[in-house]
DNA sequence: TAGGCCATCTGGTCCT
DNA sequence: AGGACCAGATGGCCTA
């Protein structure tokens, strides 16, 4: 299943304000992140988890369990994963900018964006090589270098990571092919 | 309703 | 010591 920009929904607030632990720091917007399809997206995830905050995740220890200046680091832990996890997301929503041919009304899921990445960096290092590698005579470069480079790299990562890759000329397909699957919703 | 995706909390570990 | 990083747990929202 794919996930899709969503529009905002509201959400019910706490039940229980006694478990919502108090001085807690608003979630802001991301600075510079996307377009205005992002930036709604973000609004409604961002209501949504306010209210997720103060209810939902780990059970915490009831009060008395644990001491103010404890509680008071824990919340400041807390603010900054919160803050590290954003950046994340920012970097992610960067990300998704940067891949071509991804239609503008569905967002790619963090796999997704990974994955075709990695594809796409692929398909460029394979178009480079091609025409780096003598099929275009104009260009006197390091080709057959780059070229025997290239397949060290390869060796080398499918050697750790025992996993056999395709030819160059290969990426290009099976990232078009990606797009493709995604753009169905496949 | 099940499954996917996500945000958040939390405690442990690593790093500076 | 304190912050960054990581992974597990939890619960909400959405779609098929």
């Not at 039940?15 to 973000?42: F, H, I, V, Y």
């Amino acid at each position: 299943m794919k996930t899709k920009s969503r529009p905002p929904r509201r959400r019910a607030p706490p039940q229980d304000p006694e478990n919502t632990p108090g001085e807690r720091t608003p979630d802001r917007p991301p600075p510079g992140s996307g377009g205005p399809e992002a930036a709604k997206a973000l609004r409604s995830r961002t209501a949504r988890a306010q209210g997720a905050r103060a209810e939902g995740g780990r059970r915490r220890p009831g009060p008395g369990g644990r001491r103010e200046s404890s509680v008071q680091r824990r919340l400041e832990s807390n603010e900054r994963e919160r803050q590290r996890m954003h950046k994340l997301n920012n970097a992610f929503q960067a990300l998704r900018e940067v891949i071509p041919h991804v239609r503008a009304d569905k967002k790619l899921s963090k796999i997704e964006t990974l994955t075709l990445a990695k594809n796409y960096i692929k398909s460029l290092t394979a178009t480079i090589l091609t025409m780096s590698s003598g099929r275009f005579p104009g260009l006197d470069g390091p080709g057959p270098k780059l070229y025997q480079h290239y397949q060290q790299q390869q060796q080398a990562a499918g050697g750790a990571l025992g996993t056999a890759e395709a030819p160059p000329e290969g990426h290009l397909q099976k990232y078009s092919t990606q797009i493709h699957s995604f753009r169905e919703g496949s």
